[in-house]
Structures are given as structure tokens and as C-alpha cells.
């Protein structure tokens, strides 16, 4: 089992910045690639980013690219995700997740841990 934790959420106006954080712990952390997620009331949950068990690599949606950046470190158990210039569509609630396999990590199958979830408020 790998428990995760999320914080750092809350209102922020848009052209604004937050950064979320999610605590692991459990099982070995560098043994899962990361995700986040992101699910707006009345609609399904979408892919955010991703990154690898290092933290090499990583992927972001069309939406978010060049704005959010998604960091872990493996000594603290932790994840990161950076967000900048923050929109009105951006308004979530953000999901941390972890899975095992080494798919993309675009699809909300693919994760065999989620978090219980961080709200995001961007004012217009």
C-alpha cells in the first residue's frame, strides 16, 4: 500500500501561482512513477502530468504545458507540482497518484494509488 497526501491548494486570482505538494509513504516511493490529476465538477478526471521513478522524465497536458512544472524528491518522499499563470479553467480539485506500470500515465486506469485530493480555486 502507498499512501499519498496532498496539500498546498486553496483561492488564488488568476495570473496567479500555488504549489502543490504530495506526501508518500508506505511503500518504496522511487519504486512508482507519479501523476496528477485534476477533476472539475461536472466533468471527468483529466491527466495533468506525469513523471518517471527518477524524475527525469516528464509529460503535461496541451493545458498546462509551459506553465506547471512537476518535481519529486525521492530522499523526502514527496512530490511537487509547480502551478504559474493559473486560469479560471484550472479550477479543480488536483488529485496525486501513483502506479506501478510504465504506460504513460495519461490514463486515470493506469494508477493504483490516488490521494484524497486538494481543492484549486482560480478567480477571474
Known amino acids: 500500500q502507498v499512501q499519498l497526501v496532498e496539500s498546498g491548494g486553496g483561492l488564488v486570482q488568476a495570473g496567479g501561482s500555488l504549489r502543490l505538494s504530495c506526501a508518500a509513504s508506505?511503500?518504496?516511493?522511487?519504486?512508482?512513477?507519479m501523476g496528477w490529476l485534476r477533476q472539475a465538477p461536472g466533468k471527468e478526471r483529466e491527466f495533468v502530468a506525469a513523471?518517471?521513478?527518477?524524475?527525469?522524465?516528464?509529460d503535461y497536458a496541451d493545458s498546462v504545458k509551459g506553465r506547471f512544472m512537476f518535481s519529486r524528491d525521492n530522499a523526502k518522499n514527496t512530490v511537487y507540482l509547480q502551478m504559474a499563470n493559473l486560469k479560471p479553467e484550472d479550477t479543480a480539485i488536483y488529485y496525486c497518484?501513483?502506479?506501478?506500470?510504465?504506460?504513460?500515465?495519461?490514463?486515470?486506469?493506469?494508477?493504483?494509488?490516488w490521494g484524497q485530493g486538494t481543492q484549486v480555486t482560480v478567480s477571474s
Open positions: 497518484a501513483a502506479r506501478s506500470s510504465s504506460w504513460s500515465g495519461r490514463n486515470k486506469y493506469e494508477y493504483d494509488y
Open positions: 508506505g511503500r518504496t516511493f522511487s519504486n512508482y512513477h
Open positions: 513523471i518517471s521513478r527518477s524524475g527525469g522524465s516528464t
